[in-house]
């Protein structure tokens, strides 16, 4: 495992380049047209009357030019975040040649634009290093550090606020029988835990239970009533848990985990269950033990 993420550790430092010189692709952009490995080539529209012609020609040589790529689009923020997730999984001693590196590129701002997604652990550390091998820049980059916090911290109340609306609007979809609405809130690799042992469904195989639960105006209505959410360091990612009530079935509790796909917070897993009074466990255990038989 050492040996991997050292061999990791030096690969990175190419990437720390790209990722600064170049951002992240945005959102919109032809991973094809991008040159990214792998692309599959994407069929146009057919070519009506009057349709543009994706071959150009110069019309005084008369030869053919090669179509224009679309404009890849930088994304520092999006940068920071994959430079984060990476240097979260290095040593100290490792990914601080890293930051000092991309700070090179981007300017002390930019590098604590990483530092303020690590875990705080790993930050001190890294802070650490960074006095050792450039002493000189350390009140530089602890002042964009502090910068760099409050404005994630703002960041990170709003990727909070769209995560519990999507949540919210996932189970109002449901109450309404909207089954695009509730299905296009989830991530194209979802899972999904009923309360029944059963109930163990992926994306395909909910889907078809949705079809068959859903009509317009009628799904089934699960009243988030306390709901505690955490984000990832990232920002990418996200879990919790809450309280549901049921006028069926009463308190049921909710966890699941969103993630960022997209740039949009899509429901990657949830599973639901009964809330079982300690008092009465052991009754309920019986219960379920007699109805398997």
Not at 35 to 45: H, L, Q, V
Not at 112 to 122: G, Y
Not at 128 to 145: F, G, I, T
Not at 265 to 292: C, E, G, I, L, Q
């Amino acid at each position: 495992m050492e040996q991997r993420v050292t061999a990791t550790a030096s690969g990175l430092l190419g990437s720390v380049l790209v990722l600064s010189l170049t951002g992240c692709m945005g959102p919109g952009v032809d991973p094809q047209a991008a040159g990214g490995a792998g692309a599959e080539p994407r069929s146009g529209p057919a070519q009506g009357p009057g349709a543009a012609d994706p071959t150009l020609v110069d019309p005084v040589a008369g030869a053919e030019a090669a179509p224009q790529s679309p404009e890849v689009t930088p994304d520092p923020q999006a940068a920071a975040r994959q430079m984060a997730e990476m240097i979260g999984l290095l040593k100290e001693a490792e990914g601080a040649p890293l930051i000092a590196a991309y700070a090179e590129s981007n300017g002390v701002d930019g590098a604590a634009e990483i530092l303020v997604r690590l875990d705080p652990e790993l930050r001190s550390k890294l802070i650490r290093e960074l006095q050792k091998s450039h002493p000189d820049d350390v009140a530089e980059y602890m002042e964009a550090l502090a910068t760099a916090a409050a404005e994630a911290a703002l960041s990170a109340e709003q990727l909070r606020e769209e995560a519990n609306r999507v949540i919210d609007d996932w189970h109002t979809a449901a109450a309404r029988g909207d089954r695009d609405g509730y299905l296009g809130s989830m991530a194209p690799d979802a899972r999904f835990l009923g309360t029944d042992s059963t109930e163990r469904w992926d994306l395909e195989q909910f889907t078809s239970y949705v079809n068959e639960h859903f009509e317009p105006g009628s799904g089934w209505t699960f009243l988030p009533a306390e709901r505690v959410l955490q984000l990832s360091a990232s920002g990418n990612s996200a879990w919790f848990d809450e309280r549901l009530a049921s006028e069926s079935y009463g308190e049921l509790r909710g966890t699941g985990v969103l993630e960022r796909v997209g740039g949009a917070w899509k429901v990657a897993h949830y599973s639901m269950t009964f809330t079982v009074p300690n008092d009465v466990a052991a009754d309920v255990v019986d219960a379920v033990s007699r109805s398997s038989q």
